[in-house]
Structures are given as C-alpha cells and as structure tokens.
C-alpha cells in the first residue's frame, strides 16, 4: 500500500445475505485506475457480470472514493457512483460531492459496491467491515432529502445518507441517489439502487487516512484555496453555471424546443443576470470546498431550490418554457423526485415535438406550456399515464413510438444530450458521440476548445479532435482524483499540478507523463467495457437531426454538421486514441496502456485486436 | 458565404503613399490586418489569399491567412490576381477581390457583390462615383486561364478582361438595394482607396464605427447599465477598452454570435455586436 490516499481494499455487501466482506485491491490497481471514476471503471470489470440486465439484483452499484478525500484540498469531497447504466445499457459513472465522500471513505474503503437486492425496501448501515440491513418502511415514497433528513434523526448525524426518490423505486431509468442535496445524477442510478428494493445507504466514519506528506498537502492546500477565489472561478461565485444560459443564447448553442433551435427569444425571462437579483436567496458550498457554486432560488411558495444552468436549459428552452417561476418549481419536483433534469427535460422535450407532428396522442403536452411540463415530471416518476412510456428515456420511447421519432429523439447511447448544441459546437459534437457515458458533458468537456477561440467552433476538423481528446484526458483524471472541474481554470499546468497533489498524498513518485498514460488508460478501459457489453462503432454518432438540419446565426452564417464531417472526425479521434477503424483498441494500444489484464476477466479477446 | 474566397492584393508599389500601404497603422493594428480580417469575415469558411510582391514584408496576419508571392513585381493587378487566383484552385468557385487600403470596407459590401455573380457572370463589378472597381469586384475562379493568356500577352489591364468576359456592372443603385448594405454602408464607403498620406489622415480622423457591446454573466453583474452599451471601436480590442474590459485567459468575445475570440486586432464595423463572456463555459 501507498503510504497515504488509500485503504487498499473494496467492501463488497451482499444484499441478498446481509453480508460483507472486505476485498483487497492491489496498489497496481490504484496506481493505474487513481480512484473515483477510473477505479469505479476497474472495478466493474471485476465484478460485474457481462451481459447482465442493469436492474437484475447481480448487477453491482458501486460508491467509489478517491486518493484525495479526506485531505483539505479543496472540492476534493467527491465520490463516483457507478454500475452499469439502465438508461444506455453502457458504463456510466456519475460524480457528486458531499460528506458522504468522507465519511463513506473513512468507514475505511476505497469503494462499496452493492450486488444483490434486499427481500423488502430497506436501507442498509454501514459500520466499518458490517453492515445491517433495516425496513425502509414509510420512508417509501418519500424524497430522498426527507429520508435523509429522517435517518439522519434516528441514527445520529455522524451518519451521512445517500438515498433515492420515488422516481428511483419506480425504476425510472433516469433516477438520481442524492446526498446533501445533491445528486448523482446521469445514467439512472437511482433506478439500479431502486431494483434493490435499497431505498438509502448510510455511513459513517470510523477511522482516519494518511497522506504522505501531510505538511506538503496542508501546503498545496493552502494555496489552492486562495487561487480558487480568483478570476477563474469568478463565474461560478457570482452566478453559478446559468451565467451560461444567456451566453449561449448570444451565441446560438442554447438548445430550444428539442434542438430545432439555437436561441430562445424569451431567454432573457430565465437568465441569472436578469433574474438573481428578485430570486436568489443563498449562495451555498458543497462539502470542503471553497469556491461556492450552489445558488438557491426562491420558487412558487417560497420553496427553495439549487438552480444550475443544466436545470434551467433542460426544463426551460428545451421545453420552450419561458416562466421562470414553473422552471424554478419544475428542476425542485425533479430534485424531489429523484429526476436527473437533463434526461428528464430532453425526454419531454422530444415528446412534444412528437405530439406537435402528431404521433403521440397526449394534447396537453404543447411546447412552452410549463403547468403540461409540470404534469409530465409528476407522471414520469409515478410511471402513469403517458410517464410510463417517457420513464424509459427518449431512445426507448422512440423505438415504441417508431414513425422515424428515433430522428430527433436527442441521445447518444440513450443519454439525452445537455445544454450544448452540437452543431454550433462541433468539438463538443465529438466528445457528445464517441464518449463513453453518451452524451454527457462531464465526461467530455470539448467546448471549452470550442469556445477558447483557437479553431472555428461551426468546422469541425483535425483541431477539434486534438481539443475534444485533450478535454476528455483531462476530465479522466479530474473525474478520478478527484478534484471539480469548476476548480480546472486555476491550474496552469494541470497534468504537473494534479502529479504533485497525487504525490503529496499517495508518496508516489507519479509525474505529468505517467498521469497522462493514466487518463488515456481510464477512457479505454471505459470503452472496453462498453464493447463487453455489446457497443459497436455504430453507437459513436450523434441523431439524425444534428447531421441533417442546419441552423442560421445571427451573423449569417450557417451551422452544419453533415454525416461525412462528422465521420472524419471521429476516424481522427480513433487513430489517435490508438483504436482501430473499429474503434476497437489495438493490439499496441493494450500492451502500451496495460490494458490486456481486463481482457483476461472478461473473454473478451475475440472482439479485440 | 458558401464557396467563396477572398483575395487582398498587397504588393502595390505604394509610391504615392510614400511608404507600404499594407504595414500604415491602423487604430492599433494595420491596414492588411484589418482588410483581411474584414474579407475572412465576409467568406468564411473559404480561404483568404494576400498576394505579396516578391521578397515584400507584411505586417502580422491573423492565422489562417494565406500568403502567396507574385511571380514578378509591379505587372499590375491582372499579374496578381493570376497568383491568388491559382493559389485559391479548387476550394472556392469565386472571389472577391480587394486592395489593401480600403480600410472602411464592410463584409456586407464583400457579401453583396460576391451575391452578384449569378450563374453565366464571370465578374461583378461595382461602379462608384462613376468609377469602375476592379478591386473591388468579385471573379470567378476559373478564369485564371484567360487572365494567364492575358498575362502572356503583355495584355496588363483589367479592361482586356472585361471585354472578353461576362461582366454584371453594379451601380450604385444596385448596390444599395441590398437592404443591410444601405443600412451599413449608405455612402459606399467600402471602395474608397487611400492613396496619398493625406487620404490617410482624413480617414484615420473618422469616427470609429459604432458597436453594440454586450456582457454576459459575471461581466454583467458590475453595472447592469452597461449589460448592453454602443460604443466606437475599429477593432475589439477598442471595443474591449471601451468596455473597461480585459481580454485575458478569464474573458472572451463573440462577434456577431459567431466566431469567438480574444484577438484585439480583430476588426470591427458598423452595426456590429461583440459580446464579452467569461472564458470557463462548464456547466
């Protein structure tokens, strides 16, 4: 073991038995895979049966912690929740940030990961190595913070929760586990959590982790923070991410009413600049960090809610609802819930253009209408009515509807793309494609090279795909140290930076080149465990839609993103992550990044190479 | 506009000027920076070619920018419209063409004349103040042959071309019926050319053109008078200083929605927006 950062070892609890039993995780393993999303990545590897339903109770859940949690680096309170997704059928991994990162790593491992169901709804404890496993009893049904709120109450507050919302015990393919407020929020995992009949997890923590060079890290850490009240981080103090919503309107990658538009005329009635000064009642920090994003706003009723820009885009332009008071009121019933709001708004959204052309029979659920927008969240977690269909997610639900509604149904991989038009952002339209969560934002962050000013965002070529990887490189590490990437602009040189921080707490002797091996390793092992389970190139693309009608700038200019570009691109991006024309890796690319252990655990060899 | 390039002659001999007219100043930048800047804006995506004389120094160009050198000095505009014609080859099927000192042309000019050569018109070509505009004129790519046939027949002057091809001539008239040109440009300042040093003081002493400046996000939060203002500016760094702005690694701008950037010597024009926003775009 490392002489800090780690336990070395995954707690694996079987719900079906009630039991646990600590698993030793090699330092190799940690070393290669970091933690968070990188190890979570790993670890599904090992444990997850290929092939396996998502909801089937043998498909594992994992909450998977990183070398840095538990030092006082700043927004280093992040855990990875991950597990095979219901909504994609791929991996997905979504990352959060609240004391149950700490107090889920100090029970003492670097991950738990849940197989099996319970024989009723209940919640589960987990003390160190045991567990004990209660009744959820009237917590059923209720939103994940009240259920929160409740254990917290009959446990003691040394325990933190993470917890789903009703829409998670319906199986909603895109429900959230939220903590503190917050969510992990793509993919469905709330969904994988409700299939076993676990209503919450609770932890606390028992023991404590060692750095290396804890008067190093109390160093860096210093210094961090005081970087992290600068410019760079400015936008997120001031406003919190809708600083985006009116920006990107200015500049036509607000996605309007299900992506037949690039501007929403009434998005002045929705942006931070105009609104926050009527409704913004707080300004929030997540666990251990200093940089402070949350800003919450007074809804209807004078109920508070956390509104970031993807709530706001989803929930408003996508929909082409403009009363900000209904947004307010419809991303808190989601938070309620336990909705993801991208996945939910761009379901809806696509639902209203099908009822527009007449191929869904629900009247009610017109673009701009916000009380059918609030209808439709509350039908959606309840699986009633017309929310059975839309639970499944846009794919699914265009594949029962058929009548070509797969066109402009807008996922990838069956994830609803977020709050950044593709066409207009054509880096960012390779990330959206060949990613392996889908379509997500998180995981590839190409429109910062879209919008840095060093290529033509509307020509997507050879620049992009240099940025769109870069991006993703970055993302890989941040995601599995793991450090926000609202923190990203205050590293100057990040790949050394975030080397020096891993040596600080782990003693390794990692510099930037390694850590860069290490990013390139993590999104391959995640496509590796994709193409276990079924993926062909054919998924790496974006809906029709995107490739067959073009939008018009302000400027003039035209906004197209045509098959054969977008084709080109990702051949590029397959060359250079090493992959064959397949996008398979490479017989090279495994030896180099030492990839060829997964393939051992998982007969996967006839496919690769 | 699709398929379309540009081509700035830059190898002039500028000896009534006194000195090279693509280096003269420019509100902080230099006239081939901003004719340049202007013309890319105009046929974006297509390629925008300076044609320099032999062994010519230039001013710094923004990336992108072609440079070709003219294969012998001071043959006149025929010579380097072959070279920049040849140069563009297959990636565009016409192009308009611009002198380097026009320094209150607009794209809209550019877009209009471009818009002029229909299908069966070789070239349009503008006639202001009872001038014709030769470099000021769009072409078809294609005739690069007969202007070389030309060439090596000694036969130098844009005239020769023009009696042996279809010509659309565009009056004023004509010219402002584009609705947006008549708007941004109602003079047809666009073709006026400097040549002597005090042509250049005169239009160095203009006003600069008015822009709509707008802030976004944490840029707006300051004074949410200023959210939007018009301010004069020749390029954005003007803009940007107007502003009370800083284009640095937290800031960019997009002009029009368009293109973003944080390049100063990025020229502005009449009935511009430039919007300010913060670099980070996470959300």
């Known amino acids: 073991m490392p002489p800090g950062g780690y336990f070395g070892k995954a707690l694996l609890v079987d719900l079906n038995t009630g039991s646990a039993e600590a698993a030793p995780i090699d330092e190799s393993v940690l070393r290669s895979y970091v933690g968070g999303a990188g190890l979570g990545t790993w670890l599904m590897h090992e444990h997850c049966p290929a092939g396996i339903d998502p909801l089937d109770p043998r498909a594992p859940l994992m909450f998977v912690f990183s070398p840095l949690v538990g030092t006082p680096l700043t927004t280093s309170a992040k855990f990875a929740v991950v597990a095979k997704s219901p909504l994609t059928g791929r991996l997905t991994d979504a990352l959060a940030s609240s004391h149950f990162a700490i107090a889920g790593k100090l029970t003492g491992h670097d991950a738990i990961v ?38 917290r109450e009959q446990h003691g507050p040394a325990w933190r929760v993470a917890a789903i919302g009703p829409a998670g015990e319906k199986a909603v ?40 060079d804890p008067a190093g890290v109390l160093a860096a850490a210093k210094d961090l923070r005081t970087r992290s009240f600068g410019a760079a981080t400015a936008k997120y103090r001031n406003l919190g991410t809708m600083a985006n919503l009116l920006a990107f309107n200015a500049i036509s990658t607000l996605p309007t009413r299900n992506f037949t538009a690039a ?67 419809a991303s808190a019933r989601c938070d309620e819930l336990g909705l993801d709001t991208i996945s939910t708004g761009g379901t809806i959204a696509w639902a209203m253009e099908c009822v527009e052309k007449g191929l869904i029979d629900a009247p009610w659920l017109r673009f701009g209408d916000a009380q059918a927008l609030l209808r439709a969240i509350e039908e959606i977690a309840a699986r009633q009515g017309l929310g059975d269909l839309l639970a499944e997610g846009s794919r699914a639900a265009s594949q029962t509807v058929g009548n070509d509604s797969d066109k402009f149904a807008a996922h990838v991989k069956g994830l609803e793309l ?69 923190l990203r602009g205050v590293f100057a040189e990040p790949f050394p930076d975030w080397a020096n921080l891993l040596q600080l707490v782990t003693g390794w002797e990692v510099d930037a080149t390694e850590l860069a091996t290490t990013a390139r390793r993590i999104v391959l092992a995640k496509r590796m465990f994709n193409l276990r389970e079924g993926w062909t190139r054919e998924e790496d693309w974006l809906p029709d839609r995107f490739l067959s009608e073009s939008l018009k700038l302000e400027s003039g200019r035209t906004a197209a993103l045509t098959a054969s570009r977008l084709e080109t691109m990702i051949d590029s991006y397959y060359r250079n992550r090493g992959l064959e024309p397949t996008g398979v890796p490479t017989p090279d690319t495994l030896s180099e990044l030492e990839l060829e252990g997964l393939l051992e655990t998982e007969q996967i060899g006839a496919n690769v190479g | ?22 280096a003269l100043e420019w509100h902080g930048s230099t006239l081939l920076r901003r004719v340049t800047g202007i013309v890319a804006r105009a046929v974006s995506p297509g390629p925008v070619v300076v044609v320099s004389a032999p062994g010519q120094s230039l001013p710094a160009l923004a990336p992108g920018i072609e440079v070709v050198a003219d294969e012998r000095e001071g043959r006149g505009p025929l010579q380097g419209l072959a070279a920049g014609l040849a140069a563009i080859g297959d990636r565009a099927a016409v192009a308009y063409v611009s002198s380097t000192d026009v320094p209150l042309l607009h794209p809209a000019f550019v877009r209009r004349v471009l818009g002029a050569l229909d299908d069966g018109v070789d070239v349009a070509l503008p006639e202001v103040g009872g001038y014709r505009q030769p470099l000021s004129a769009a072409y078809r790519v294609d005739l690069v042959n007969a202007i070389n046939t030309l060439i090596a ?68 939060m300051a004074d949410p008078a200023k959210r939007r203002q018009t301010v004069g500016a020749w390029s954005l760094g003007e803009a940007a200083d107007a502003a009370g702005l800083t284009l640095d690694e937290h800031v960019v701008a997009a002009l029009n929605g368009d293109q973003i950037t944080r390049d100063r010597h990025v020229p502005l024009v009449a009935g511009d927006t430039v919007a300010f926003m913060v670099a980070d775009a996470g959300g």
């Open chain 1, 114 to 151: 849940l197989t099996g169901a319970c024989e009723e709804p209940s919640y589960v404890l987990i003390d160190r190595d045991e567990i004990r496993i209660e009744p959820a009893g009237d917590l059923c049904g209720l939103p994940a913070a009240d259920a929160e709120a409740r254990l």
């Open chain 2, 153 to 220: 027949a000694d036969r130098m002057r844009p005239a020769f071309l023009f009696e042996r091809t279809t010509v659309r001539h565009l009056g004023e008239t004509d010219l402002l019926h584009d609705a947006t040109l008549a708007r941004l440009d109602p003079k047809l300042s666009s073709v006026s050319n400097l040549n002597e040093p005090a042509d250049y003081e005169r239009a160095h002493a203009l006003p600069a053109p008015e822009i709509t400046v707008e802030r976004f996000g944490p840029l707006a």
């Open chain 2, 1 to 22: 506009m699709d398929d379309a390039a540009a081509i700035v002659l830059a190898g002039g001999r500028s000896s009534r000027m006194g000195s090279p007219k693509a």
């Open chain 1, 263 to 329: 501007r929403f005329d009434e998005a002045p009635a929705l942006g931070a600049e105009e609104i926050a000064e009527l409704r913004q009642v707080a300004r929030n920090s997540c666990a251990s960090c200093s940089i402070g994003c949350e800003h919450i706003y007074r809804g209807p009723n004078g109920k508070k809610t956390r509104m970031e820009y993807e709530n706001v885009f989803a929930l408003g332009p996508l929909c082409g609802v403009s009363d900000a008071d209904a947004v307010i009121a």
């Open chain 1, 418 to 486: 977020p709050g950044y038009e593709p066409r207009t952002l054509q880096a960012m339209a390779l990330g959206l494609a060949v990613n392996a969560r889908g379509a997500d934002h998180n995981r590839s962050g190409a429109y910062e090279a879209d919008l840095s000013g060093a290529h033509d965002r509307l020509q997507g070529g050879e620049e992009h795909v240099v940025g769109a990887i870069e991006t993703e490189d970055r993302a890989a590490v941040m995601d599995s140290l793991i450090l926000c990437k609202f």
């Open chain 1, 173 to 212: 393919r895109y429900a959230t586990i939220s903590h503190d407020g917050r969510h992990a929020g793509r993919g469905g995992l709330g969904a994988v959590m409700g299939s076993k009949l676990c209503k919450a997890i609770l932890v606390r923590p028992r023991t404590k982790v060692a750095s290396a």
